[in-house]
T-cell receptor, first 112, second 112 residues
Framework: ELKVEQNPLFLSMQEGKNYTIYCNYSTTSDRLYWYRQDPGKSLESLFV???NGAVKQEGRLMASLDTKARLSTLHITAAVHDLSATYFC????????????WGAGTKLIIKP | SAVISQKPSRDICQRGTSLTIQCQVDSQVTMMFWYRQQPGQSLTLIATANQGSEATYESGFVIDKFPISRPNLTFSTLTVSNMSPEDSSIYLC?????????FGSGTRLTVV
């Protein structure tokens, strides 16, 4: 059974600091997704990671994938208040019949 | 990437009544997915809707409670039947595109 563990579940940080959110999954996967959700809003796609060693960056966010370690990271550089949101990772693969299996989410609060 | 129009955005309903949520996609898609997100939680897949066949429901969800229609490749509805306060959640539809999964704007349902 494909399981996804995300940590931390809650993160409060100061503007200007760097931090990393971790996403571990239990079996092989084909794709790993990162999403952002603002309070009361829907989900916004951030990154889709397809292969080992994949790295994608958008602004202050950078996501990477290590399929051998079954680990993806979402790194935040020099955080700004606007990045406050809940971040979810999700994985799909043969073991989940290609359905998305979701992490619990990381609620990120960035204080000015 | 596909654009999904989801209605209604929110509703407050009396227990015992039913609510139908609609999702319209601006392109033809094979599968549409319906999720529930309870407050502060991650996403839970309710069912997968294919055009021309009955929806496939996940464990814990049944057709009598959550009937789904999929009359064509751009439209689907989810009905929440005989509602109770435990059904208060955000309901989201989603489709898979070449760029990952896109989500509707969500329906925030409160049952009183």
């Amino acid at each position: 059974e494909l399981k996804v563990e995300q940590n931390p579940l809650f993160l409060s940080m100061q503007e200007g600091k760097n931090y990393t959110i971790y996403c571990n999954y239990s079996t092989t996967s084909d794709r790993l997704y990162w999403y952002r959700q603002d309070p009361g809003k829907s989900l916004e796609s951030l990154f889709v990671l397809l292969s080992n060693g994949a790295v994608k960056q958008e602004g202050r966010l950078m996501a990477s994938l290590d399929t051998k370690a079954r680990l993806s990271t979402l790194h935040i550089t020099a955080a700004v208040h606007d990045l406050s949101a809940t971040y979810f990772c999700a994985v799909s693969g043969m073991d989940s019949n290609y359905q998305l299996i979701w992490g619990a989410g990381t609620k990120l609060i960035i204080k000015p | 990437s596909a654009v999904i129009s989801q209605k209604p955005s929110r509703d407050i309903c009396q227990r015992g009544t039913s609510l139908t949520i609609q999702c319209q996609v601006d392109s033809q898609v094979t599968m549409m997915f319906w999720y529930r997100q309870q407050p502060g939680q991650s996403l839970t897949l309710i069912a997968t809707a294919n055009q021309g066949s009955e929806a496939t429901y996940e464990s814990g969800f049944v057709i009598d409670k959550f009937p789904i229609s999929r009359p064509n490749l751009t439209f689907s509805t989810l009905t929440v039947s005989n509602m109770s306060p435990e059904d208060s959640s955000i309901y989201l539809c989603s489709v898979e595109t070449n760029y990952g999964y896109t989500f509707g704007s969500g329906t925030r349902l409160t049952v009183v």
